[in-house]
C-alpha cells in the first residue's frame, strides 16, 4: 500500500504492484506489450515509459520502464508532462509498424487488437517507413490456433505463456535479431492442453482462433455474456460470443478469482458442439419433425395415459434444472436421479462430502506440497495448470496414477521418483501407509515431505478413484491438520450440485426399476446414460420401455433412440447455476438465443405443480443461501450437510491385467461434438508398461497389437508401450471401454495379435486443416 | 538416422565434464552436424535425450547461433559478409556475383551439389573488408564478383571424393529434393 504520483496526481498502489500495475489501475493509459499480469514483466518492448522526477539537487530525470519498476511510496513521474517519454513510445511503435503488415481491415484480431490500440493511443498514425517488409513463413499449428507469422512484434509473451507458465515444451522462439519466429520445431497442433490461451496473451494477429475465423465476426458485433465453463468441474469463467443466433467464439472472463486470465483448450473450443451439424435443433416424435413449440411437446409427451414414470437429470445440467426435475419426478410419483452410472454416484458423493475444505486454483498455486492422485490433467485441465505453478516454483509434487498423464511427465522430469504407478485398487493401501508412516518418528520420502509441509495440497480424481482411495485422502489430510486441503476434481461441471439434489442409491434404484418393468417411460434432460459406463446395462433397459422423452443439444446414443426428442439450450444460451468442486455457487448467463426455439431449461419450471414450484424455491433458498450470485461474480462457497451414500461393491484385486481409464484433455460429453477439438483425439491403443508386457510373457514393441478379451467381448488395437502404466494394468479410452461394454477395474485377458505392418502410420488429423482457398489474411503475403 | 553406441558413449563422457548436463548441448550440436553436415530432426530427439533440453530448446539454440544449421548444404559452403564495413566496400556485388554462379538462391545447394552461399553477419575480418568464409574455416578477403565467380567454379569442378566426408551424401539429399 502507498501513493506516487504521475504527473503530480496521486495514484494509489497495491502489494506487489510494479509502476504499470498502479497507472493501469488510476486508469491512466500507459502503453504496454510485454507486460502480462501473470507472465510479469521483461522489460523488453521498451513502449511503457515515463520519466522520473528528480528527488535531489543535482539529479538528472531518466526516462524508465515502468513495468520493471516496483512501486515505492512518493516515487514521482512524469508521463503525459513528459517532454521525452511519449516519443520513446512513438518511435518504438513506429519501428514495431516497419515490421508490421498493414493489413488491419482483414485481421482477425481487428476490435481486440492490443497493438492497433497502443499504436493510436500513442499518436503513431502516420507510416513514414516505405521500404519493403520482411516477410515471415507461417506454420500450420493444427485445426484450434492459427498463424500469421508478419504481424508478430517480438515480444515474447506467447513463449513465456507457453514454456514458462504452462511449462509446454513443443513451441518456442526461433532465430535471432529481425528474424525471431514463434513457432514449433514440426509442423502440427500443440500438445498442451493450455495451447489456446497464446491467442489471448499476443498482442497482435500473429496467433488468432482458427475455430472463430471460419465463422468469423467483428468482435464488436458479438453477443456476449459472464458465462461458466461447462466442460469439468472446476467451472472457469467465460465469456461466449455469439452473433446472428450461432456461437462465434469463447475466450476466458479475466477478473474472476477462478481461472484468473486463462482456460483451457476443452473450455475454449468444447462449445463449438453446439455447431454441430448433427445438432438437435427441432422437435422429433416418433423420428418425425414437429413444427410445436418444445414445451408443450414435452407437456403432451408427460401427459401419456399409460405411463409410470421415472426422471433422470445431469450433472451438466445445472442446479435449477436438476432441482425442477426432481420436484418434476415428485409431482409424477418417479424415481428421480443426477447420475448415469451407480459407481460414479457413490465416488462423486463420497468427493463431495470430503471437500468442504477444498483447495481453490489459488491456493493450489501457493501450496508447498502436493499429492495428486489420478490422472488430474485429463480430468481437470487448469486444475492442473495450478499444480504446474507450484511444479515451477519447485515445490515437491507427488502423483499416484495408473494410466499416461500429462502431468506425470512432469513430475517425472523434475524428480523421477514423485511419479508412483500402481493400480487404483491399490492406491486406498497406499495412503492408508503414507498416514501411518506420518505418525512415526522418523517420517521419510513422501510422508517426509507432507509432514514439513506448511500449506499441503491433496488433489484426486473422483472418477478413477475407488471410494476407499478416496476416503483415504481425505484422511490423509485430516492427519496433516488444518493446514492441510483437499480437493477432488468431479466428473461433469455440476457434480457438486447434482450430488445435492439425488437420493442416496439414485442411479441403481432408477436402473433396477427400470429393468424389473416397475416404470415404462424415462424423461432424460442433458443426460447420455446409453454412453456412460453403464451403456449395456441402461440400453438393454431403455430398448424395452415405450417412452424415452430426451432433451439434450448434443445428437448422443440416447437422443439417437429416443422416442421424443426436444432440443435444448447450451450453456451459453441459457441462464444457470453451477456448483464447482470446490462447492462455489456461480451463475451464467445467456449470451444469444438461438433463431430456431430450443428449450431454455428455466422453461422447465412451467411443467411443475405450484405446490412443486415452492418446493423447488424454497429448496434452492436452503441449499445456496438467499444471495444469488450475480453472473461473472465469483460466487460463494456452501458448506452443505453430509450426504447420504449408501454401499456399492467396487473392483478388486485380480490375478490378471485390470482395465483402468486413458483420458486425454480434450475429452468430455459435449466435447466430442466439437469438430475440431475432437479432431484431435488420440489414436485408440492398448496402454501397458514394458515391465508388466514382459512379466506376462508379451514381447511388444511399437508396431505389435494386443487383442483384449472381457466377458465375450474383443477388441483389438495397436500397442502403445509407456512406462506410466501402472503394472497390474491396461490403460484404453472410453470409447475402446464402450465397445468392450467394460467397467472401470475390470480383469481382462491379453493375446498377441497380428501386427501392425512396417509402413508408417497415417497422416494425423492436422492434415486435413490445410488454410482455405483464397485465405488472405496476411495480406496476400502467403509464405 | 542414428548416432552408433560408441558416438553416444564419446558425447557421454564429454557431457560428464561440466556441472549441467545442458552445457554440453552446444558440443553435442557441432559433433551431429560434423558428422551428417546438418542436424537432422531425428537428432534433436537423440541430444535431447543426452543433455536434458527438449527438441526445442535445442532448436531455439540452433536456430540461434549462425554456425549451426538444420537444413543440409553443399560440399563447400561460402559465407559472405554483409555487415556494415563490408557493405561499404561492396558485398552486395560480391553476394549477388556468387548467387549467380551457384544458380540457386542463398541457403540452397547448387544444382551440382558443389556449394551452398549464405549471406553473414560480421566475421571479424573487417579489415579485408569484403570478407568471407569457407566451410567456417578458410578465410577469405578483399573479395570481388571476379574473385567469387572464379572460387566457385573452382568448387564446381572438384571431384566428389576430393574432399572427405560429405559429397555422395550431398548428391542424395539433392536427389531427394528433387
Ligand atoms: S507471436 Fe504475439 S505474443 Fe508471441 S512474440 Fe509475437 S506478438 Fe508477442
Ligand atoms: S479447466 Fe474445466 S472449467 Fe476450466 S476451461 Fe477447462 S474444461 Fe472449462
Ligand atoms: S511493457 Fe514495459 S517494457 Fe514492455
Ligand atoms: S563487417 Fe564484414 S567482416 Fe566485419
Redesign the interface.
Known amino acids: 500500500m502507498g501513493t506516487l504520483y504521475i504527473d503530480d496526481q496521486p495514484v494509489e498502489f497495491q502489494p506487489g504492484d510494479n509502476v504499470l500495475d498502479a497507472a493501469k489501475r488510476a486508469n491512466i493509459e500507459v502503453p504496454y506489450f510485454c507486460y502480462h499480469p501473470a507472465l510479469g514483466a521483461v522489460g523488453s518492448c521498451r513502449v511503457c515509459a515515463m520519466e522520473t522526477v528528480p528527488s535531489r539537487e543535482g539529479e538528472q530525470p531518466r526516462t524508465v520502464m515502468t513495468c520493471t519498476l516496483k512501486a515505492q511510496d512518493g516515487m514521482r513521474f512524469r508521463f503525459a508532462q513528459s517532454d521525452k517519454a511519449p516519443g520513446v513510445s512513438k518511435t518504438m511503435v513506429e519501428f514495431y509498424m516497419t515490421r508490421h503488415p498493414n493489413d488491419c481491415p482483414v485481421c482477425d484480431e481487428g476490435g481486440d487488437c492490443h497493438l492497433q490500440n497502443m499504436t493510436v493511443e500513442v499518436g503513431h498514425a502516420y507510416r513514414r517507413f516505405d521500404g519493403q517488409k520482411k516477410t515471415y513463413p507461417n506454420q500450420l499449428l493444427g485445426p484450434l490456433v492459427w498463424n500469421t507469422a508478419n504481424r508478430c512484434i517480438t515480444c515474447y509473451r506467447c513463449v513465456r505463456f507457453y514454456q514458462d507458465y504452462a511449462l509446454g515444451d513443443d513451441f518456442g522462439a526461433m532465430g535471432s535479431r529481425n528474424n525471431v519466429l514463434f513457432r514449433r520445431i514440426d509442423d502440427g497442433a500443440f500438445d498442451s492442453p493450455f495451447a489456446g490461451n497464446i491467442i489471448t496473451v499476443c498482442p497482435t494477429g500473429t496467433f488468432t482462433d482458427k475455430v472463430f475465423r471460419r465463422k468469423y465476426s467483428r468482435t464488436w458485433m458479438l453477443k456476449k455474456s459472464a458465462s461458466i465453463c461447462a466442460h469439468c468441474s472446476v467451472g472457469c469463467h467465460v465469456e461466449p460470443g455469439a452473433r446472428a443466433g450461432t456461437l462465434r467464439r469463447v475466450v476466458p472472463n479475466e477478473n474472476s478469482a477462478v481461472n484468473q486470465y486463462f482456460i483451457c483448450d476443452r473450455g475454449r473450443y468444447a462449445p463449438h458442439a453446439s455447431e454441430a451439424a448433427n445438432r438437435p435443433l427441432q422437435v422429433k416424435v416418433g423420428g418425425q419433425l414437429r413444427q410445436e413449440p418444445a414445451l408443450a411437446v414435452l407437456r403432451q409427451a408427460l401427459a401419456v395415459s399409460d405411463a409410470r414414470w421415472g426422471v433422470m437429470g445431469s450433472a451438466r445440467e445445472d442446479v435449477v434444472t436438476n432441482l425442477v426435475l426432481q420436484q418434476l419426478a415428485s409431482d409424477l410419483n418417479a424415481p428421480f436421479t443426477a447420475f448415469t452410472d451407480p459407481l460414479t454416484e457413490v465416488r462423486t458423493k463420497t468427493a463431495v462430502n470430503l471437500s468442504l475444505s477444498a483447495p481453490s486454483l489459488q491456493d493450489i498455486e501457493a501450496a508447498d506440497c502436493i499429492l495428486v492422485v489420478g490422472e488430474l490433467t485429463e480430468h481437470a485441465p487448469m486444475m492442473e495448470l495450478a499444480v504446474r505453478q507450484a511444479l515451477k516454483q519447485g515445490k515437491p509434487v507427488m502423483m499416484l496414477h495408473a494410466a499416461a498423464s500429462l502431468l506425470a511427465g512432469m513430475v517425472r522430469k523434475q524428480r523421477s521418483l514423485q511419479a508412483q504407478t500402481q493400480a487404483p485398487v491399490l492406491w486406498a493401501e497406499t495412503l492408508q501407509k503414507l498416514i501411518s508412516s506420518l505418525s512415526q518418528e522418523q517420517a521419510d520420502g513422501w510422508a517426509a515431505l507432507l509432514k514439513n509441509a506448511k500449506a499441503p495440497v491433496l488433489l484426486g480424481v473422483a472418477e478413477v478413484m475407488p471410494t476407499a482411495a478416496i476416503k483415504a485422502l481425505a484422511e490423509l489430510a485430516a492427519v496433516l491438520g488444518e493446514q492441510a486441503r483437499v480437493g477432488f476434481a468431479l466428473p461433469a461441471a455440476n457434480s457438486f450440485g447434482a450430488a445435492q439434489v439425488s437420493q442416496a442409491g439414485s442411479s441403481e434404484q432408477l436402473l433396477e426399476a427400470l429393468e424389473r418393468g416397475d416404470i415404462n417411460a424415462l424423461l432424460v434432460v442433458g443426460a447420455d446414460p446409453m454412453s456412460g459406463w453403464q451403456g449395456e446395462r441402461w440400453s438393454k433397459a431403455l430398448a424395452k420401455i415405450q417412452h424415452l422423452v430426451v432433451v439434450d443439444h448434443i445428437h448422443s446414443a440416447t437422443v439417437q433412440a429416443a422416442t421424443v426428442v426436444v432440443p435444448s439450450a447450451t450453456v451459453s444460451e441459457h441462464n444457470g447455476v453451477f456448483i464447482n468442486y470446490e462447492g462455489r455457487v456461480q451463475s451464467f448467463a445467456k449470451a444469444y438465443s438461438r433463431e430456431t426455439q430450443v428449450l431454455l431449461q428455466e422453461e422447465l419450471i412451467a411443467l411443475l405443480s405450484g405446490d412443486a414450484r415452492a418446493r423447488v424455491q424454497s429448496q434452492l433458498l436452503s441449499m445456496l443461501g438467499s444471495v444469488m450470485p450475480s453472473p461473472g461474480s465469483t460466487g460463494s462457497r456452501i458448506k452443505p450437510a453430509t450426504l447420504p451414500i449408501g454401499q456399492l461393491a467396487e473392483a478388486v484385486l485380480g490375478n490378471g491385467p485390470a482395465l483402468v481409464l486413458q483420458g486425454w484433455h480434450g475429452e468430455e460429453e459435449v466435447a466430442g461434438f466439437a469438430t475440431e477439438l475432437a479432431s484431435l483425439t488420440p489414436h485408440d491403443s492398448v496402454g501397458i508398461a514394458p515391465a508388466y508386457a514382459k512379466a506376462l510373457g508379451l514381447t511388444l514393441d511399437k508396431n505389435s497389437r494386443l487383442t483384449i478379451s472381457v466377458h465375450n467381448k474383443q477388441l483389438t488395437l495397436p500397442v502403445s508401450l509407456s512406462a506410466q502404466v501402472a503394472e497390474g494394468c491396461v490403460a484404453v479410452s472410453r470409447r475402446a471401454f464402450a465397445e468392450l461394454q467394460a467397467r472401470l477395474g475390470d480383469e481382462v485377458k491379453l493375446t498377441a495379435a497380428m501386427r501392425l505392418s512396417e509402413e508408417p502410420a497415417a497422416p494425423s488429423v492436422v492434415a486435413h486443416f490445410t488454410p482455405l482457398q483464397g485465405d488472405n489474411s496476411n495480406g496476400g503475403l502467403r509464405p | 538416422m542414428s548416432l552408433t553406441e560408441h558416438e553416444i558413449e564419446h558425447l557421454r563422457e564429454h557431457i560428464e565434464h561440466y556441472p549441467e548436463k545442458r552445457a554440453g548441448a552446444i558440443y553435442c550440436l557441432y559433433y551431429v552436424q560434423d558428422k551428417y553436415g546438418y542436424i537432422p530432426?531425428a537428432s534433436?530427439d537423440e541430444v535431447s535425450e543426452l543433455t536434458d533440453l527438449?527438441?526445442?530448446?535445442l532448436?531455439?539454440l540452433i536456430?540461434?547461433?549462425t554456425l549451426l544449421r538444420r537444413r543440409p548444404v553443399g560440399r563447400r559452403l561460402i559465407r559472405i559478409c554483409d555487415s556494415i564495413s563490408c557493405y561499404t566496400r561492396g558485398s552486395e556485388q560480391v553476394l549477388a556475383a556468387a548467387k549467380e554462379a551457384s544458380g540457386v538462391e542463398f541457403g540452397q545447394i547448387s544444382k551440382d551439389g558443389a556449394v551452398t552461399v549464405l549471406p553473414s553477419i560480421c566475421l571479424g575480418l573487417c579489415d579485408r573488408a569484403p570478407a568471407g568464409l569457407v566451410d567456417d574455416s578458410e578465410d577469405l578477403g578483399e573479395l570481388t564478383p571476379e574473385k567469387i565467380r572464379d572460387l566457385i567454379c573452382s568448387y564446381a569442378a572438384e571431384t566428389l571424393d576430393s574432399k572427405s566426408g560429405g559429397g555422395q551424401q550431398i548428391l542424395a539429399v539433392l536427389k531427394d529434393q528433387q
Not at chain 2, 527438449?54 to 530448446?57: I, R, V
Request: aromatic letters at 18%; a negative charge.
Open positions: 530432426r534433436l527438449s527438441p526445442t530448446q532448436d531455439e536456430t540461434f547461433y
